[in-house]
């Protein structure tokens, strides 16, 4: 019956091998299992449906997509560059196992070092590991390096931090009896403020945290700033970033950082609902900090013969399947493919494509705002710069707005109350985002279609 | 047979270069939108728009052009081996196909395009597609609710142990002890750890199943709970399972199941009836997501109703014929992962579960154990050693020991896998459990044909008397694939981490010479 699948179950072939086995039928290669609880039948799910079927259920299951996605709150719809889906369907990727014999697994060994290269340089930074799953999760690994480094148990986090990131942040520092202090934002222009942050910051303070941009869509204008603060303490500075982002202003590298996360689904990921995505994790090449990197790390090197050059996985002793117990993570699958088509991503668009882009969605996002600002019932509450992603206040309710917009096939903005009361602030904001498949008429549209319902 | 992987050369000692060699500092393949004239009069210059002080300088990304990049990483691929290019017996790792329609589904434009934060309304069809698979699940598991938000089965362990943690703690109990048996998946005790829990070892019997003095020694009070995984590693079905279940109920603690290894009994036990309280099953392993050379996985977590309060938030709650995803959990953990999960690859399990069907899967698994039991008897045949669970029918995998062709030979088992990569075939799973001496850990699956096990059986008979008659050839193997021996020894010396570290280092040396 599974046949199609599995040659062996051909009544035939099966009949040959049990009979090489000496049993009567497969029921008997379970006589290890205690009869009370082996299943006589088995459990229902329903009957296995024919590939046309299947299909066919499917596109009755899903909607057409929207026309436009102008929504924001850490996923903003990207172009995919259709030789990044090329490669990454390709079997040799996508259907091999983390690369545990380096000879047979040249590919994507070399394929991972290189999402690491590039990743590093585009952050600023040196040392890139090879994935961890994703933006939330990387922070909260972030969070428990820093306490590892640092050997304190103080994390000092922006305000304006992802809710989402937050919540990961605090399941993983739950069981290290860690203090998660939030620095309240300047409300005026939507950065942290120093003044409020300095006393925050003391001797036990691990890591201090922001994000580029953070949830709110704002440049953190002060991350230097914030990172000198953080060294003068002889803290962990940790920045957040929107990688897309790094290609248009300094790096975090740059501006110091001693540890970068970010997601890196922006580089050539669908948004999928969220998932899977990539999450970036980057340090300086300091061995403190090597030593206590969480996740797969692959070097270069050569062959032993020292003919050619070759690449493996590295300090592997930091890993749960050699160190246990004692290990920096318990990560094991992480997003190899999702790094692989960052590096496709990147490659594909070189620096000045990257650089471009991030200009276009930096234009964007301005004008969005500038348009907004016409309308009578819409205002933009921070003053920061923003990139990709605009908070904005309503004096209508959001959900009239989003309605409106979804009738012409637009979707509109995250509404933060819906799941984030306490980001909302009592301002009514409803997260936007734009990205480089908006241009002036889709904006304009947008505009258009908002100042109807006010 | 014959085997010769794609070898791509550059130059002397340089395979395929990396694009900083070989790209270009400028334009890559890709025509980006420019923002119109209009909307740039509209704002202003680059400086109005971003703080000045802060706008980047430089920018050392190689860049090349589309019909470059497709070569670059086309040859990269084929200098890689999947599941579609052969067997690949890594044990505990299930390497089964991924059918096409499966990724087809998967890459349907409605899912690829969804936004996590759209109205419930235009996620219907997708929140559906999730809730069927946690009810396959739950009919399969027999454990009644499940989470789909881990990123993959470690992240599951920590859910599952982060949960039982809490549980204990609105219990009032302190126990702060995970019991974990030797042979576990080394994830297990690393999640263990993360969680806050201190690991209790308890090691195997004799036959291979734990060992039940040593497990009721090391229970106590202070334990938490203790994670199995069944079939074990060694491929054998830990057949006192209920016994332990009853004594860690009995003692106040819980059972948590590994499920990297259900593969082996879906379709024919019930974790419930095992006693299971909490459990990870790897999306990507048993329900043929397939593995993305190293992920991305997921790790569904399936609890009894007493752990359900403490799932991670949030949940899709099925009200009538509507879905909606709920944060009203009051105890739970909180979140491990932005958003819901790899919603990718559960898709991915909900369209595998539903070509199977009910038959499908509990025929599936015994054509997986029924593979590994012929490829046993035929290896036992061959005069391999099997140090555990001679007497009775192994599951999904089984270990061979190649201890004593180490001590004739020289061989190790890593020489012995690396020979298998010169005849075309991915090696099993090498050292682990490390309770048995040059082991390799093998497990067939489903998707194998008899030609394939038989081939790769007489593969590992060929070898073996190579490794007697002329054992340097093995220990020079592998010659066929992309390169000889890899020097891990100087890669964890150097430290090339990526092409900057690389080049520092290089410029470095320079100087000194």
Known sequence: ?454 | MGFSQARWFFEDGLLEPTPFEIGRIGEGGVRVAEPEEELIEAVGSLEEVIPKELIRKELKLPGLSEPEVARHFNRLAQMNYGVDSGSYWLGSCTMKYTPKLVMRVADHPSIRNLHPYAPEELAQGLLRMLHELQEMLSVITGLPNYTLQPAAGAQGELVGALMIRKRLGDLGERRDEMVIPETAHGSNFASAAMAGFKVIRVPPSSDGTIDMNALKEAISERTAGMMITNPNTLGIFEDRVLEIAEILHANGSYLYYDGANLNAIMGWVRLSDMGVDVAHLNIHKTFSAPHGGGGPGAGAVGTTDELRDYLPVPVIVKEGNKYRLSYDVPRSIGKVRTFYGNVGVLVKAWAYLKMLGSDGVRESAAIAVMNANYVRKKLMECGFDVPYGRGRPCKHEFVISLAKLRKETGVRALDFAKALIDRGLHPPTMYFPQVVQECLMIEPTESDSLRELDKYVETMREIMKTAYERPEEILNSPKNAAVTRVDDSLANKVLWLSWKVYEKQKSQEELYR
């Open chain 1, 1 to 454: 019956m599974v046949s199609y699948l599995s040659p062996n179950a051909d009544e035939g072939v099966k009949r040959r091998i049990l009979d090489y086995l000496g049993v009567g039928s497969v029921e008997e290669l379970y006589v290890d299992v205690p009869s009370e609880i082996l299943l006589k039948e088995p459990p229902d799910i329903g009957r296995g449906m024919n590939h046309i079927e299947l299909e066919r259920l499917v596109d009755s299951l899903l909607p057409k997509p929207p026309r436009l996605i102008f929504t924001g709150g850490g996923v903003a719809d990207h172009y995919v560059p259709p030789l990044v889906d090329e490669i990454a369907s390709r079997q040799e990727f996508y259907t091999s196992y983390t690369p545990y014999q380096p000879e047979l697994s040249q590919g994507m060994l070399q394929a991972l070092f290189e999402y690491q290269s590039l990743m590093a340089e585009l952050l600023g930074m040196e040392v890139v590991n090879a994935s961890l799953y994703d933006y939330g999760s990387a922070l909260g690994e972030a969070g428990r390096f820093s306490m590892r480094v640092t050997r304190r148990r103080k994390i000092v986090i922006a305000s304006s931090v992802n809710p989402e990131r937050k919540a990961v942040l605090r399941t993983y520092l739950d069981p290290l009896n860690a203090e998660i202090v939030e620095a309240p934002m300047d409300r005026e222009s939507g950065c942290i403020s120093l003044d409020h942050l300095r006393p925050l910051i003391d001797d036990s303070t691990a890591m201090v945290y922001i994000e580029m941009p953070n949830f709110y869509g704002i440049i953190e204008e002060g991350a230097e700033d914030v990172f000198e603060l953080a060294h003068s303490k002889g803290a962990i500075a940790a920045a957040g970033v929107d990688p897309l982002l790094a290609a248009l202003i300094k790096p975090p590298g740059e501006l110091g950082a001693d540890l970068v996360v970010g997601e890196g689904q922006h580089l050539g990921s669908p948004m999928s609902f969220g998932g899977p995505s990539l999450g970036i994790f980057a340090i300086r090449m300091d061995m403190r900090f090597v030593r206590q990197l969480p996740g797969r790390l692959i070097g270069m090197t050569k062959t032993q013969e020292g003919l050619y050059r070759g690449y493996c996985m590295v300090l592997q002793t930091r890993e749960q399947h050699i160190r246990k117990e004692e290990a920096t993570s318990n990560i094991t699958t992480s997003s190899s493919l999702m790094a692989v088509r960052a590096a496709i991503y990147i490659t594909l668009l070189g620096p000045e494509g990257l650089r471009k882009l991030a200009e276009k969605i930096a234009y964007n996002t301005a004008y969005l705002r500038k348009r907004l600002s016409e309308l009578d019932s819409f205002s933009v509450p921070f003053k920061g710069a923003a990139f990709k992603e605009l908070a904005v206040s309503s004096s209508v309710p959001w959900e009239r707005v989003n309605s409106h917009l979804l009738s012409r096939g637009v979707l509109g903005g995250f509404i933060v109350s819906r799941f984030f009361p306490e980001m909302d602030m009592g301002m009514n904001i409803s997260l936007f985002s734009t990205t480089e498949k908006h241009g002036k008429s889709e904006i304009d549209e947008l505009i258009n279609l908002m100042r109807e319902v006010s």
